[in-house]
């Protein structure tokens, strides 16, 4: 379970390309994502005034990420939403497929860091977007002799935020995988199903939620 996996190797001009269980792990969840927004987009075709069953849950379910963005980051910054919510619904389903014997993505630090290297980004350019040189300037305040430290302090957000999650679920995946290499075959029934359910559902969520809002707070910081 520890073990990153090569499913494939694939050449092309002279260069390996490794398809790892991560990847496709990953594909999966895409798909699965992929499958639920067509088959909601057609539900929501029917649309009603007044909402019920399948298109009242959607509903409550994009209004309150709306107001949870908006709380977090303000209306200015609302329209990239969508964005987190992508983030979000991805690293949630990460790990609630995880007791299915779906290695999460995220137990891998490349998937982790690539989604906290793109919030990296949307920071920067948020936040010269917003605030333009004034952005700039806080690279080198109070003083200039600060800038080489302001950007390290810049830089490591993307790489705390990436290990935290990271962090979180792959130490679960070890205490998973240290319990049934030293546990009898007895008292594997039961307990690896609630310690899956806490480690996977429960502290899942809210590493998920930790990575969102540390992410929306970084940007909003920057582009206020």
């Known amino acids: 379970m520890l073990d990153i996996n090569n499913i494939a190797i694939l050449e092309i001009f002279g260069f390996e390309i490794l398809i790892t269980e991560t990847i496709v792990n990953t594909w999966i969840i895409m798909g699965i994502l ?9 539900k929501l075709k029917s649309f009603k005034v007044v909402p019920t069953g399948v298109q009242n849950i959607i509903e409550t379910i994009v209004e309150m990420f709306d107001t949870f963005v908006v709380n977090t980051m303000g209306s200015k910054l609302s329209y990239i939403g969508s964005w987190f919510f992508m983030v979000f619904v991805f690293v949630l389903s990460a790990s609630l497929l995880s007791p299915f ?9 490349a998937t982790t860091f690539a989604l906290a290297f793109a919030s990296f980004l949307l920071m920067l350019i948020l936040g010269f977007k917003h605030n333009k040189g004034d952005y700039l300037k806080t690279f080198f305040e109070p003083h200039f ?16 935020l990436s290990f935290r999650l990271f962090g979180n ?21 039961g307990i690896p199903a609630a310690l899956s359910a806490f480690f996977d559902v ?19 910081g920057a582009a206020d």
Not at 102 to 108: H, K, V
Not at 145 to 160: H, Q, T
């Open 169 to 189: 679920v792959l130490s679960g995946t070890i205490i998973l995988t240290l319990y049934y290499g030293l546990t009898p075959f007895l008292v594997q029934i």
């Open 145 to 160: 002799i600060f800038f080489p430290l302001n950007i390290i302090g810049e830089l490591a957000k993307p790489v705390s």
């Open 202 to 220: 429960i502290i899942g969520a809210l590493q998920t939620y930790i990575f969102v809002i540390l992410s929306m707070m970084y940007i909003k």
């Open 101 to 109: 014997g779906l290695r999460a993505p995220t137990a891998d630090f």
């Open 34 to 42: 992929i499958v639920l927004a067509i088959l909601a987009r057609i």
